[in-house]
């Protein structure tokens, strides 16, 4: 028998061009679950995908088990992962911003998306209905961030 030898992936580059070929995909934009008898989508196509785009990278990377539609079903799975809080963002965070600062129909929503370093990020936009790149803080207004980060996550995997 020949012998067989794997090579470990490089994780972090691995996870990295995941994020940073996201933007544009439209990969993320559905998810399809019975409600009371009825088929809906529960991404409401797309506007609501941020949680399932990151929860993605994250599964096929290996660094979570299972996808997820919310962004507090995303962050409790990457806690017990192994991603801890850090102060400060760095290239392949993952950023959590406030409720308090979005407001979407009526509705406050936390969102969640990629540190990808030089104040930028990528994550779910609604109007696009797809990842994007953005300023981490989606810019500012009156010399204040638009949208607070609430929490910044970092694995040890990725180095």
């Not at 941020?50 to 806690?79: D, N």
């Not at 609604?126 to 609430?150: L, N």
């Amino acid at each position: 028998m020949p012998h067989k030898t794997s090579v470990p992936p490089a994780l972090f580059e691995t996870y990295l061009a995941m994020i940073k070929n996201s933007p544009g995909s439209n990969l993320f934009r559905n998810a399809y679950f019975v409600i009371d008898g009825k088929k809906q989508d529960v991404l409401r196509d797309g506007d609501l995908s941020c949680a399932v785009y990151v929860s993605s990278v994250l599964r096929l990377t290996g660094l979570i088990p299972e996808t997820h539609t919310t962004v507090k079903g995303t962050v409790e799975a990457m806690k017990k992962a192994g991603w801890r809080p850090i102060k400060k963002p760095r290239v392949g965070s993952v950023l959590v911003w406030g409720a308090k600062t979005f407001k979407k129909s009526g509705e406050t929503h936390n969102h969640i998306g990629f540190s990808i370093g030089d104040d930028k990020a990528v994550s779910n936009n609604s109007k696009k209905r797809s990842p994007a790149i953005h300023h981490w803080t989606f810019g500012t207004a009156q010399g204040q961030p638009k949208r607070v980060v609430e929490a910044i996550y970092w694995n040890k995997k990725l180095g």
